[in-house]
């Protein structure tokens, strides 16, 4: 039913951009959350990014004013721009969607609350 496949990974040295996409079928975005969460080696998944349906953003402190989510509702795409990137942005990154508003009708990035996950693709940066 929902598919979520992610696009847009690769190689890069520090300091360079990167931009994610993830298209999404078989679901609507109307009233859930979407986000990007990333897994490096050895650690916890943990999120790096998150949009409502009312465009509403979220980061983590790591990432904040370097990254910028974003979507396409009419393409049903969800967009990560990565820029100034830093070795240990270096992870698997995984689209979510289907993610269930939190306090304050915040969506925030945290794994139990996201239904549905893509396959991931992988982002590797060298310094």
């Known amino acids: 039913q929902v598919q979520l496949v992610e696009s847009g990974g690769g190689s890069v040295q520090a300091g360079g951009s990167l931009r994610l996409s993830c298209a999404a079928s078989?679901?609507?975005?109307?009233?859930?959350?979407m986000g990007w969460f990333r897994q490096a080696p050895g650690k916890e998944r943990e999120g790096v990014a998150t949009?409502?349906?009312?465009?509403?953003?979220r980061y983590a402190d790591s990432v904040k004013g370097r990254f910028t989510v974003s979507k396409d509702n009419a393409k049903k795409v969800l967009y990560l721009q990565m820029n100034s990137l830093k070795a240990e942005d270096t992870a698997m990154y995984y689209c979510?969607?289907?993610?269930?508003?939190?306090?304050?009708?915040?969506?925030?990035?945290?794994?139990?609350?996201?239904?549905?996950w893509g396959q991931g693709t992988q982002v590797t940066v060298s310094s």
């Open positions: 979510a969607a289907g993610g269930d508003v939190g306090r304050g009708l915040v969506c925030y990035g945290d794994v139990p609350r996201y239904k549905y």
């Open positions: 078989g679901y609507t975005y109307s009233g859930y959350c």
């Open positions: 949009i409502a349906s009312d465009g509403t953003t």
